[in-house]
Structure formats: structure tokens, C-alpha cells
């Protein structure tokens, strides 16, 4: 099974900004201290190449992104502040991404520590995303025939607006080819929603069974009639009961039970697939790394 991950940062940053990053180091250590893996399983990315990033991203937003040009609005957007190393930060989630789907060609399955930067647009970023690491993942399969068609499954509480929005127009070369699907919050983050190929939305309070009743019956509807040959996972864990933002009432027992739905389905059929571990901000980060734990176990269980 291996693992994309890089030291994200290196510097001391902004107060609101540590405890969202501080899980994926957290994490690592969790998994190799609890032989979820191995450091044998560890791939380090390197930056991702810009040919490779404007097969998804326009051109005048990643000039204005690179040359630190954006606007003050456009910045308070995105969360982040504007700086060289946040955008390295981005290009090394990236390749990992395209890393761990690579790998899991090979192995059934593989992880990146970070991504699922879903809220990012071809032309703009948002919601601490910058670039699109499922969107550009996507591309490069489709893009260098390593798959036909990629299902992207999206069960972060919070929409994939700005993956919905890089694959809305089915004329475009690849875009035919991708399926979005997204379960998520009905009235969570984002406000304005974007139209994915499929949209799943939440009642608060959702509990367990509802939750699970609906991605088993829709997840199956779709990968019997889309028949994906690979599949990008969003498994943000800010479904919890626990998370403050959330708004849901699942338990870490049904969020792990959300996790094995998806790989029994990608196992059973035989596809490959890559993991992002997207968002979870629950007040006690025992709680996000333990729900992120049970990720990697499951998939340790079933892959192996």
C-alpha cells in the first residue's frame, strides 16, 4: 500500500491556519506507530509540472497564482496567505496525488496523507484549495490512457463545487469520461452549490443508517451504469458527529462503515483506487486521526 506524503510546512504560519494542517504529520506517525504502514510505504512527491497542472487549471490563474499576484479578495477567499512556500505546499499535494494513483494501478489502492482540494476551480481557489489535486489526478489518467473513465466520489460534508465545476461541460476532451459524485451537507459550506453529475445532499442531523442507506444505493446506481476503470476517493472525515462545522450525527463506527462501503464496491469490481483524506475539524484531533486511522486499517484489510 503506498502512501504520498511530504513535511508540508516549514514555517511557523498563521494561528487559524495550524490546527488544519497539523493532522497530516500527526497522521503519519499514528500509522507507522500502530504498523498501519510501513516508512518503506512512504512515497515523497516532488513538485508536480506545470504542463501537467494546465491540463486542468487556466492559464491566467496559475500565472496570477505562481507570481503571487492575486487580488486581496481573491486571497481571502482561498484562506491561505500569499506565499511562495503555501504554493509549493500545493504543487507537492498534487503530485502525490497523481503518485498514489499511479500506484494503486499496481496495488488496488493508494493514499495520499493529504489532498482532496475540492473546492478549487479551474479558474480560482477557494476554501483552503489552491489547485485541484482529484481534477488533475483525473486528467493525467485520462490524459496518458492509464484509465477510460474515473468515477470521483466525493464524501467530504462539504460539496465538491470546484470539481464539479472543472468536469460540468461533457464536450470538453476528457470531461465525457469523469463521473462527479458528491454526498455532502445541504446546507453547508459552500452557500451556492455547483451541479456535479450526481449531488447527494444531507439533511442535518443525518445519522448513520440514513447515511448509509444512500451511499450504498446510489454508489452502486452509479458504478453499474457510469462502469468507472478508476476511482478517486474524497474520505473527509468532517462527517462526525464531533466535527464543529459538520452539522451531521455520525458516529466513528459509521464513518468507518462509509469507508468500507466504497472499498468493498471498488474491490469487488476490481477497481483501482486513490484516497484523500480532505477535511475533519473536530475540536480534539484524536478524534479526525482516529477516523483517518480506520481508513488506512480497512483498506490494509481489504487490499491486502
Same mark, same amino acid.
Given at each position: 500500500?503506498q502512501?504520498a506524503?511530504?513535511?508540508l510546512?516549514?514555517?511557523?504560519l498563521p494561528?487559524n491556519?495550524?490546527?488544519?494542517?497539523i493532522?497530516?504529520?500527526?497522521?503519519k506517525?499514528?500509522?507507522?506507530n500502530?504498523n498501519?504502514i510501513?516508512?518503506?510505504?512512504i512515497?515523497?512527491?516532488?513538485?508536480?509540472?506545470?504542463?501537467?497542472?494546465l491540463l486542468?487549471?487556466?492559464i491566467?490563474?496559475?500565472?496570477?497564482l505562481?507570481?503571487?499576484?492575486?487580488?486581496?479578495?481573491e486571497?481571502?477567499?482561498t484562506?491561505?496567505?500569499q506565499?511562495?512556500?503555501?504554493i509549493k505546499?500545493?504543487?507537492?499535494?498534487?503530485?502525490?496525488?497523481?503518485d498514489?494513483?499511479?500506484?494503486a494501478?499496481?496495488?488496488?489502492?493508494?493514499?495520499n496523507i493529504a489532498g482532496?482540494?475540492h473546492?478549487?476551480?479551474?479558474?480560482?481557489?477557494?476554501?483552503?484549495c489552491?489547485?485541484? #489535486?482529484?481534477? +488533475?489526478a483525473?486528467n493525467?489518467l485520462?490524459k496518458?490512457?492509464l484509465?477510460?473513465?474515473? =468515477? *470521483?466520489?466525493? %464524501?467530504?460534508?462539504?460539496?465538491?463545487?470546484?470539481?464539479?465545476?472543472?468536469?460540468?461541460?461533457k464536450?470538453?476532451k476528457?470531461?465525457?469520461n469523469?463521473?462527479t459524485?458528491?454526498m455532502h451537507?445541504k446546507?453547508?459550506y459552500?452557500l451556492?452549490?455547483?451541479?456535479? #453529475?450526481?449531488d +447527494?445532499?444531507?439533511?442535518?442531523k443525518?445519522?448513520d443508517?440514513?447515511y448509509?442507506?444512500? =451511499? *450504498?444505493?446510489? %454508489?452502486?446506481?452509479?458504478?453499474?451504469k457510469f462502469?468507472p476503470?478508476?476511482?478517486?476517493?474524497?474520505?473527509g472525515?468532517?462527517?462526525?458527529?464531533t466535527?464543529?462545522f459538520?452539522?451531521l450525527?455520525?458516529?466513528q463506527n459509521?464513518?468507518?462503515?462509509?469507508?468500507?462501503?466504497?472499498?468493498?464496491?471498488?474491490?469487488?469490481?476490481?477497481?483501482?483506487?486513490?484516497?484523500?483524506m480532505?477535511?475533519?475539524y473536530?475540536?480534539?484531533?484524536?478524534?479526525?486521526?482516529?477516523?483517518h486511522?480506520?481508513?488506512?486499517?480497512l483498506?490494509?484489510e481489504?487490499?491486502s
Amino acid at each position: 500500500m503506498q502512501v504520498a506524503w511530504h513535511k508540508l510546512y516549514k514555517h511557523p504560519l498563521p494561528e487559524n491556519h495550524k490546527f488544519p494542517m497539523i493532522k497530516y504529520d500527526l497522521l503519519k506517525e499514528n500509522l507507522i506507530n500502530q504498523n498501519i504502514i510501513d516508512e518503506s510505504d512512504i512515497i515523497t512527491p516532488k513538485p508536480l509540472d506545470e504542463e501537467i497542472l494546465l491540463l486542468t487549471h487556466s492559464i491566467d490563474y496559475w500565472t496570477k497564482l505562481k507570481n503571487l499576484e492575486l487580488t486581496p479578495k481573491e486571497i481571502r477567499v482561498t484562506g491561505f496567505p500569499q506565499e511562495a512556500s503555501i504554493i509549493k505546499r500545493e504543487l507537492l499535494i498534487m503530485q502525490g496525488t497523481i503518485d498514489c494513483s499511479v500506484a494503486a494501478l499496481e496495488d488496488g489502492i493508494g493514499f495520499n496523507i493529504a489532498g482532496g482540494t475540492h473546492h478549487s476551480f479551474s479558474y480560482k481557489g477557494e476554501g483552503f484549495c489552491l489547485l485541484n #489535486d482529484m481534477a +488533475i489526478a483525473t486528467n493525467y489518467l485520462l490524459k496518458n490512457k492509464l484509465s477510460k473513465k474515473v =468515477l *470521483i466520489v466525493d %464524501l467530504d460534508v462539504h460539496q465538491g463545487n470546484g470539481t464539479a465545476e472543472i468536469f460540468v461541460n461533457k464536450t470538453s476532451k476528457f470531461n465525457k469520461n469523469v463521473f462527479t459524485f458528491s454526498m455532502h451537507g445541504k446546507n453547508n459550506y459552500p452557500l451556492n452549490k455547483e451541479i456535479s #453529475d450526481l449531488d +447527494i445532499e444531507l439533511m442535518d442531523k443525518t445519522n448513520d443508517n440514513e447515511y448509509l442507506n444512500l =451511499l *450504498i444505493e446510489n %454508489l452502486n446506481k452509479v458504478v453499474n451504469k457510469f462502469k468507472p476503470d478508476f476511482i478517486q476517493y474524497q474520505a473527509g472525515v468532517d462527517i462526525l458527529e464531533t466535527d464543529k462545522f459538520g452539522k451531521l450525527c455520525i458516529t466513528q463506527n459509521g464513518c468507518k462503515n462509509r469507508d468500507e462501503v466504497v472499498f468493498l464496491i471498488a474491490e469487488k469490481y476490481q477497481i483501482p483506487i486513490s484516497v484523500n483524506m480532505g477535511g475533519g475539524y473536530s475540536p480534539n484531533i484524536n478524534n479526525i486521526l482516529e477516523a483517518h486511522n480506520n481508513t488506512f486499517r480497512l483498506a490494509k484489510e481489504i487490499f491486502s
